[in-house]
């Protein structure tokens, strides 16, 4: 089923990010959310994803198996690029594909390094990886492409659109050209209020 926000209301002490939001998110589909800084972008995912509550209105049909990259890359800095994906794993899930799966965003040369010596980029690639194996029924992308060079990016967003077919997937973003790459519906946030969604 569709995701129905209704008339979604966020303040945090007296700055109101979120003034009855509406939207609708797609089952099965892309959508990419776009907006200047401080409009409600990643507040609103992460009420989508319950890690916070609206102060007041309602959001109806998200699933409940949901995997995220957040705009922080939260690894495991001690663990290899491997065993960061592997921890959020199934006990039966091959070893062997997840490494195929970085090996195919281009991380084949440093999958036994501790993560905490990798570049931002791949990093963030390791992120990606990791949110996108498990068999969640929806996505939660918070710029997941930041620090990625131009080249590094089309191959990154071209795995993404490969691996998650069939899911639901919600992406903030700043550039309009990535929205544009990923397709899918376009949400744009306005900053003012909001509520004209």
Known sequence: MDIIVSDLSKSFGANC????FNAIFPEH???CI???SGCGKTTLINILMGLISPDSGTVFGVPRLKSAVFQEDRLCEGFNAVSN???VCDKMVNRSRNILHLENIGLKDSLNQPVRELSGGMKRRVAIVRAIIPQSDILFL?????????ET???TMDYVKDNTKGRTVIMVTHDINEAKAMGGQLLTM?????NDN
């Open 153 to 155: 990016k089309k191959v």
């Open 34 to 36: 776009m907006g200047p």
């Open 142 to 150: 918070d710029e997941p492409f930041k620090a990625l060079d131009d």
């Open 85 to 87: 994906v592997q921890f």
């Open 190 to 194: 306005s900053g003012k209020n909001n």
């Open 17 to 20: 990010v979120l003034d009855r």
């Open 29 to 31: 589909g892309m959508t």
